[in-house]
């Protein structure tokens, strides 16, 4: 079969490998959706759980083309999303609902091969029916939107809190639809395209502002209130840093985007006893996949328009090679 093998840093080909026979209690997969994410790109530039040789590929949908030994939930020809956790379901972090801080945590297209290939081998657990009516193309966005799952109960948000969002590319998108959807007040959103600004309006913004404006336009917000929830969704070290300023007393500051490991912020200890400021992150997918599936499913997203292109797999080394262009918002690959 053809897969996409990120052989070292910076350096992706498209080769014939063996096909992954499944073997007991897992589904061997035909890809025919997969989303590229920012962790994708950070595999490739060798700066995030670099192990190679890898088949990158962790947002995917597909159909069950053979099942192994004791599957008994699938049978060949299902349709299916799956979650790319892979948690031991023993250790202490498993056993009280901190699954994604599993001692020996792993993730189909992070740290085992994945589905930037024909096929894909899981274990039946992952796997997720999908609905009747549900694309390939939404069904490989519900692991992005298990991510935002999780973030929104990191976040508990009260219903008319006011919000301050950092960067709108699909992520945030996606993070605008759930907080609008959750019950935010005023969702102010930040960011340094007027593309990605008018869509944010869109998906249930009720203010949006340039990156290079947001200190003018907030001095007196700064002064007087700030927001009850800030998000990061950019995971630049000097926009987060400045950050904390719009900041409510009492309020909370969410990093759902991802930083360099080895990035560092200042922040003063003192405005955070001061404040009653509560920080938080948000991990991956934390058992959200369900969920997620179910609120794609009810109609509460729209993905479609969060598609800026869709390549075929023999276009992914170009693409990786050349980098991700700021106007872009989800690159989705498909093999139908």
């Not at 729209?302 to 991700?324: C, M, W, Y």
């Amino acid at each position: 079969m053809k897969a996409l093998v990120m052989e070292q840093a910076r350096r992706a080909v498209v080769k014939e490998v063996p096909y992954p026979a499944p073997g007991p209690g897992e589904l061997t997969i035909r890809v025919m959706a997969c989303g590229i994410c920012g962790t994708d790109l950070h595999i490739y530039q060798g700066t995030f759980l670099p192990a190679y040789p890898l088949i990158p590929g962790h947002e995917f949908a597909g159909v069950v083309h053979e099942v192994g030994e004791g599957v008994v939930r699938f049978r060949s020809g299902d349709r299916v999303a799956v979650d790319p956790s892979l948690f031991c379901g023993k250790c202490d972090y498993c056993l009280s609902g901190r699954g994604n801080h599993c001692v020996e945590w792993q993730a189909t297209g992070d740290t085992v091969n994945g589905a930037m290939a024909e096929f894909v081998r899981v274990p039946e657990e992952t796997a997720f029916a999908m609905p009747e009516g549900m694309t390939f193309a939404e069904g490989a966005f519900i692991e992005p939107i298990a991510c935002v799952v999780h973030g929104m109960n990191q976040l508990e948000l009260k219903v008319g809190q006011s919000v301050l969002l950092f960067g709108a590319g699909s992520m945030g998108q996606l993070l605008i639809q759930a907080l609008s959807h959750a019950g935010a007040g005023e969702l102010a959103v930040v960011d340094v395209a007027q593309g990605k600004l008018d869509m944010a309006l869109r998906n249930g913004a009720t203010h949006a502002y340039f990156s290079s404006e947001i200190g003018a336009a907030l001095a007196g917000r700064r002064r007087h209130s700030g927001f009850d929830a800030v998000i990061d969704v950019t995971g630049i070290p000097s926009v987060i840093e400045s950050q904390f300023q719009y900041l409510a007393p009492k309020g909370t500051h969410l990093q759902f985007g991802v930083a360099p490991r080895d990035a560092v912020i200042g922040i003063r200890p003192f405005d955070i006893y001061h404040n009653d400021w509560k920080l938080v992150g948000s991990m991956a997918v934390n058992h959200t996949f369900k969920p997620a599936m179910d609120w794609i499913a009810a109609g509460r997203f729209d993905t479609a328009p969060l598609v800026s292109k869709v390549i075929r797999l023999e276009d992914v080394p170009a693409f990786f090679e050349a980098g991700k262009a700021a106007e872009l918002m989800k690159v989705q690959i498909s093999f139908e």
